[in-house]
């Protein structure tokens, strides 16, 4: 390498290093979380992880309490490890995880329990590329034949957005994937009378992202900002109520 390219790329390292440094303070706002997520991505991307917050020391320091900055709802993939593509480490997310990034009950339950109890100011769902729940939903709409087992509720969650992406002629998979992903943050914010509220009051943003499996990077395909006021969906029923025995 001539020196003229080496201190070129040089100064590339430098400007990569200064944009991707861990910060030492947890984000409080949506703003301050997605910056810290873009930057754990592009450490992981770069191939310069830092794997902060890994250590006995930190393990330590969380035992008593969490205050994770963001909220994963991704899907399930083996290839899609929220730690690994976002840098970060013990109490820095809330990841719940269904194959094809699916939102029932529990799932709704759980990010409700981030943003409220723990404060979390940040929802991402996060897709990927080649999506295989996504695909077999397509297999199973185009052959008619049913799935099997409790595969049908993966199925049903995703055939809404395979219906979007028809009435929009979208046919390639990877853009019927960013379909349902954005599909995903409006079914949260249209189910979740609690996120609803916390978006509304500024507390809370949601994202949705879209991860490429081969080159590991992340890209924002849906967001919406904290403060935009959404139709508040009714709450959901209560559970029935319990027998008293005498
Ligand atoms: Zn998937």
């Known amino acids: 390498m001539v020196p003229e390219a080496a201190s070129a790329a040089g100064r590339v390292d430098q400007a990569v290093l200064r944009e991707t440094e861990v910060t030492a303070l947890t984000p409080t706002t949506p703003e301050q979380a997605l910056a810290e997520l873009s930057a ?7 191939g310069v992880p830092r794997h902060p917050n890994q250590d006995a020391e930190h393990r330590a320091a969380v035992a008593d309490g969490q205050h994770p900055f963001a909220v994963i709802v991704g899907c399930a993939d083996s290839r899609l490890a929220a730690e690994i593509i976002f840098d970060r480490g013990l109490g820095d997310l809330f990841v719940v995880r269904t194959a094809g990034h699916t939102v029932g009950p529990e799932v709704l339950g759980s990010v409700e329990y981030a943003v409220t109890v723990l404060g979390t100011p940040l929802v991402v769902v996060l ?4 999506c ?7 297999e199973v709409v185009a052959t008619g034949t049913p799935p099997a087992g409790h595969l049908g509720a993966l199925v049903d969650a995703v055939v ?3 219906a979007r992406a028809a009435r929009q002629g979208v046919e390639d998979l990877d ?8 599909r995903t943050v409006e079914a949260m914010l249209a189910r979740s009378a609690v996120l609803a509220e916390r978006v509304a009051a500024g ?12 080159a590991g990077e992340v890209r924002t395909v849906a967001e919406v900002k904290a403060g935009v006021t959404l139709p508040v969906p009714a709450a959901p029923a209560g559970p029935p109520p319990t027998a008293v025995a005498g």
């Open 203 to 214: 507390r809370c943003g949601v994202v949705g992202m879209s991860y490429r499996l081969s």
């Open 175 to 182: 853009d019927i994937v960013d379909i349902h992903i954005a």
């Open 132 to 138: 295989g729940a996504v695909q077999a939903a397509r």
């Open 160 to 162: 809404p957005s395979l």
């Open 40 to 46: 754990g991505n592009r450490r992981f991307v770069t």
């Open 127 to 130: 897709g990927h590329d080649s």
